[in-house]
């Protein structure tokens, strides 16, 4: 299936100002493009299309940061549940209704960038870590089965465990990595990656590290916590406009 040039072009400028915007904050690279982009090929291309440069962007902060095995080691009852549960509801993602798929998608972005900008910050589980570990791997696992957005509860639990800078941001990006990796061998096992997807898919992946090297080159020029809120307003703004879309049935 051969993909038209204008939908190719927008797929590498949404991704390339994804991959910015990472370069500079860290985060943010599924958000950006699933919201725009889902006014253009549908929500579930957009996930689709997603996976790629989300797993090699994720995987490349994950190996990077000071603590990968430590990492590990603690989130491993997250990680395991969570991988587990992705692989069991991706059917969902696959065959389910786009409208339930595009009101779940749009909710999660809104619900992550109201979180965001209101600083909402979950207890720390302290002694019962054991037990909320596997229970936050099994509710983001379906919530990202079903909608390919992981960081719903995953994000806030990490940040949860009040863990430095730096390894908090490479222990969010483990769950990333496992999250995106699992859900694009269960699309795989499930022949959901067409040949236009697929092509797609290479354009996201070179425009997203682009982009991520551009943004790289610019932090530390301005404010993050300014560009980040007004990120998250856009956010909350695109999320919103996804869910009211499924809603009137116009997705």
Known sequence: ?????????????????????????????????????????????????????AFLTSVAQAVAGPALVPSIKRLWPLLVVGAIAIFAVSRIAVQGNPRLMAGMVGSLIALYAAASLLK??????????????????????????MSGMFAIPGVPYIQSLRLDRETMIQSIAIWFTVGALVMMLALGIQAAFTPKIITMSGVAVVTSLIGIWFGTKARGKMSDGLFLNVFYVAFLLMGSFIVWKAITGNM
């Open 120 to 145: 909402f910050r979950l207890p720390h589980p302290g002694a019962h870590e054991k037990f909320w570990s596997p229970v936050m791997g099994l509710v983001g696992g379906v919530l990202g089965g």
């Open 1 to 53: 299936m051969i993909v038209e040039w204008t939908t190719l072009a927008a797929v590498a400028a949404v991704f390339l100002f994804a991959g910015f915007v990472k370069g500079i904050v860290a985060i943010g690279l599924p958000a950006i493009s699933i919201s725009l982009l889902s006014h253009i090929i549908g929500v579930r291309e957009a996930v689709f299309i997603t996976l790629a440069p």
